[in-house]
């Protein structure tokens, strides 16, 4: 079962998530969207959007630095396993509360107004709160983490997810002996991933940089005839 689920599960859902992700961008453009409901009801949104995204922004990039980046880089510059693992810890932990803070809000809007809800598709629904769990997950493997800041524990999920990458066929050893919470949080992170084509949650993918050199875009004031010359300006896409 540690061989199926942290062995083989790891390269389903990477490849689930990048081939379907390439294949709803080719087929269903219109639907590669974030489905924003800020004009069904702005109150609680913008603050709760904020929190949650910043969250996971720090969350995402924690994970990402630290579970794929080298040993023997943090050796080279003089980081030591139990020093990455506080930090893991603080910054984690500070991370998890904003998104499990801002997150909670947006799912109460979602579920208490009915306007929202009506609009709201089953998977938008069903990833926030696989989101919610996930980020609980981790604030409880906090508390096992707790009791092992020499860093060692961390080491072992940094040569499991490294040796995903690298084929190596004995990754899963490395994390067979885990707590059970790890196994869940890294299970529960591995099946986001496999959702991920199918929500709201490709728009992480999208990042407005063509606005940047977008052309001008035409638009005529309010009240000026067919025959005054239009005025350029920016627009919001």
Same mark, same amino acid.
């Given at each position: 079962?540690?061989?199926? @689920? ?7 859902? /990477? ?32 603050? +709760?959007?904020?929190?949650?995204? !910043?969250? #996971? ?6 994970? /990402? ?10 050796? %080279?510059?003089?980081?030591?396993? +139990?020093?990455?693992? !506080? @930090?893991?810890?603080? #910054? ?7 998104? @499990?803070?801002? +997150? ?27 989101? %919610? #769990? ?70 992480? /993918? ?16 309010? +009240? ?9 300006? @920016?627009?919001?896409?």
């Amino acid at each position: 079962m540690n061989f199926l @689920l942290f062995q083989i599960y790891p390269y389903i859902a /990477l490849t689930v998530l990048a081939l379907g992700s390439i294949a709803r961008y080719e087929r269903d453009p219109f639907t590669w969207k974030s489905s924003s409901s800020q004009l069904l009801r702005r109150k609680q949104l913008i603050l +709760g959007s904020v929190l949650f995204h !910043v969250g #996971v922004l720090i969350i995402f990039v924690g994970h /990402l630095a630290g579970l794929l980046t080298p040993l023997w880089f943090f050796d %080279l510059v003089g980081i030591s396993h +139990g020093f990455k693992q !506080v @930090l893991a810890i603080v #910054v984690g932990g500070a991370g998890a509360i904003l998104a @499990l803070i801002g +997150g909670g809000m947006l799912l109460h809007r979602r579920l208490a107004d009915q306007r929202i809800r009506a609009t709201s598709s089953f998977a938008d629904i069903g990833i926030l709160v696989l989101l %919610l #769990v996930q980020l609980v997950l981790g604030m409880l493997t906090i508390f096992v983490s707790l009791q092992h800041l020499d860093g060692g524990e961390m080491v072992k999920f940094m040569l499991w997810a490294q040796g995903i990458f690298t084929f190596r066929t004995d990754a899963w050893l490395n994390v067979e002996d885990a707590n059970i919470l790890f196994k869940l949080h890294i299970f529960l992170g591995l099946t986001i991933f496999l959702l991920f084509p199918f929500t709201r949650l490709v728009h992480m /993918l999208s990042a407005p940089v063509r606005y940047l050199w977008r052309p001008w875009q035409v638009v005529r004031s309010r +009240g000026r005839g067919p025959s005054a010359p239009p005025r350029p300006t @920016l627009a919001a896409e």
